[in-house]
Structures are given as C-alpha cells and as structure tokens.
C-alpha cells in the first residue's frame, strides 16, 4: 500500500507519521511519500520520520520528493493537508477582520474566506494531476477550511472525502469522562465543518443508549469550560456545540479577547520554530511533547481510519466525515458538504440517517451553506462582486459597510495569491 502526505514538511507531519507507524496493523503501509515545495523543511521532517518508523520496528519505506506527479503515481490515497501562504497568511486572517470589529479566525469569517480563496484553486490543481497519474486514489481532504474545499473536490467528480479531528476529540474526551474504551462511544454528529453539535452520545454504536443527557448533568461544567461557554448555555440546548460555534454564540466576546491578546499563528510560528530545532536533533526518534499543543489532536488516528476503510482494510465502520448531503438533511441542497456519522467503505462513505434537526441549529446550517456556496463561487471565479456577497452572506459578517470593507482588506492582503486580483 503506498499513501502520499501532500505538505508533508508540515511540522504536524511527525503526529502522522506516529499514528501510521502505532496503527500499522490497520493500515499496513508498504510506501509513505512525503512531498513539499519547502526543500529544507521537507527533508528535516523526512529524516525524523524514517527514525520513528525505525523506532517502532516499521518496515515501510519513507520517501521525500518535490516532484508532485512522481509522489501520487501508484498511491493509493493522498492525504492533503497544506496552507498556501503559510503561518504569515495565517497571522493577517486573524488580524485584519477585527479592524471592522469581526472575528479574526483562519477558518470561518473573513479569514476563512481568504484562506478559501487562496487555497481551493492550488487544491484543485493538485487534485487534477492526482487524477491523470492515477485516476483510482482517494483524496483525504484535512486542509482547511474542509467544507469548502471537500465541496470543491467533489463537484469536480474527485473521489475525495473530508477530515476533521473535531468528532474524534469529542469521542476521546466523552470516553475519558464516562470512563468507558473510546470504541464504544458513538456520536450523534450533526452539522457542517467547523458548524457541529452533538445531539446524543451512544454507547455500544449507533442504536445504543443515549447518554448524553446524563453526561451534560455529571460533567457539564467541564465541558463548559473547555468550550469556554457557559454551562447555562449548554443546559438549555440540551446539545454540546463545537468550540467552533462559541465565535457565533459568544462573537462579540471573542473579538475583544483577539484583541488583547497575541493571534493563535504567531504562537503557532513560535512553536514551529521550536519545533524545527528538536527535528533537527539525529537523536530524536519519536514526537516531542511540544507537538501536542500544535493542535490537530487525533488527527493522524481520524487519518488511518478512514483511509483503511476506504482501502478495504479494518477501518472502523462507522465514521465521522464530510461529503456531500444526498437528501441526509433535507433543508439543504443535496450537494451541500456535510459533517455526520457515515459508514464508510471502498465506494466511500454513505451518512447514516439523521434524526430530524431542531430548527435552532439547521438555520445556522442553512445560512452557512449558502455562504460556502458563494465562497466557492468566488474561489473559482473572482472577482470583488462574489467576495462581497460571499462575505454579506456570512453570519459573522451580514452588514454592507462591513462587508465592502473587509472585501477591500481581503484582496489588499491576499493579491498575490489571488490570479485574479
């Protein structure tokens, strides 16, 4: 089996390359391909990567190569998981919304917009060159923002399917509160990426018992608290929301902590560089703690998963993903990209049925779905008229003089990654 890491001189690389070398009994990598444009990045986390195989008594084969087109051929999957204009694009999606007293985020809002913008025409191309040397793999979509960027594989017929480690983080941390093996705890998992609730928590599988209700009564106030939501809230929704949704139930809160306190990509650039110190210890044959404060928890065991499932391999059956609706939510468009429970196989996933979706959360749902239609919109296409309507439409946003200024700051900040700009 050969799998290929597109921005595999990530810095989060090396969590993945941990997950694949523990979990080679659920995915037994013959190759793994590591390919970048960042030449000396790319071979630091190589060489790192080939220890902790080595360390874990792995046998696959780890290569590197800035040549895109020999890295996909024969692969079957290729996991992308790259940010065009890096940490520094990053740090302006997180800065310039909140001159206009928006949420500075580099997935949803303004910023996400920008990182949308900027990253689905590279995805696209990178989809297309995987598709003409070998038209049979899977692409596992991790870079944000996922939503948008599935929605753009799949409406150009790519086989691909998204990724996010947000249901997986709730299955673990749920587990770890009911004291119960992480493989028994299902989720009732609705909504879009980064827009999601739980509305039931199974044991045993999708038919199992509902504990949630018990869980939110015991544990509320720690899941209040990481969500940094009050436990109030989460008692009258009856549903735990991703921390995501706390920047729409709480947005104005937010804006004034972004703007006391340093933005999330200049602790992450600090990190990265702290990090590329340690990789670059011959010494070094597994993660560094450090790593686990990068984010992106669980990710590299969500990656394994779903592509042993899509492999034929022993993949759980039943998993959290984006793909398109096909009539599983009925107030949204069939071809909307969707974030549920699927079950997962070698023709992809099928989401499982979906109870009916209180009408408090499917607004929000459709609203955003309409905004990520006019997001990809205007990554194909350009042009000022679509970022504007893209960014009037957005929930966070929804007012003229806002949007017309932010539409200016976006181009202004992302020109030279725009072809259009």
Known sequence: MKLTVVGGGSTYTPELIDGFARLRDTLPIEELVLTD???????????????????????????????????VEGADAVLLQLRVGGQAARRQDETWPLECGCVGQETTGAGGLAKALRTVPVVL??????????????IIDFTNPVGI????????????????????????????LLDVPATQVHLDHVGLNHLTWETG?????????????DLLTGHGDTIAADLHLPRPLLNRL?????????????????????????????EVAEMERQLLTLYADPSLDEKPDLLAKRGGAYYSEAAVDLAAALLGGAGSPYQVVNTYNNGTLPFLPDDAVIEVQASVGAKGPTPLPVPAVDPLFAGLMAQVTAYEDLALRAALHGGRDRVFKALLSHPLIGQYEYADALTDQLIAHNREHLAWA
């Open 149 to 176: 960027v599935t929605r753009a594989l799949l409406a150009e017929g790519h086989k691909a399917v998204g990724l996010c480690n947000v249901a997986i983080g709730f299955q673990r941390k749920f587990a770890a």
């Open 201 to 213: 928590v199974r044991l045993g599988g999708p038919e199992g018992e509902n504990v949630l209700p």
């Open 238 to 266: 009856a549903v735990v929301p991703s921390y995501y949704l706390r920047y729409y139930y709480a947005h104005d809160e937010v804006v004034r902590e972004l703007r006391t306190k340093p933005s999330r990509a200049a």
């Open 37 to 71: 444009p960042a030449t000396d990045r790319l071979e630091l986390i190589g060489a790192l990567a080939r220890r902790i195989f080595a360390r874990q008594d792995h046998h696959g084969t780890i290569t590197t190569t800035t040549d895109l087109d020999a890295a």
């Open 125 to 138: 191309d990178i989809a297309d060159r995987v598709r003409r040397t070998n038209p049979t793999a899977w």
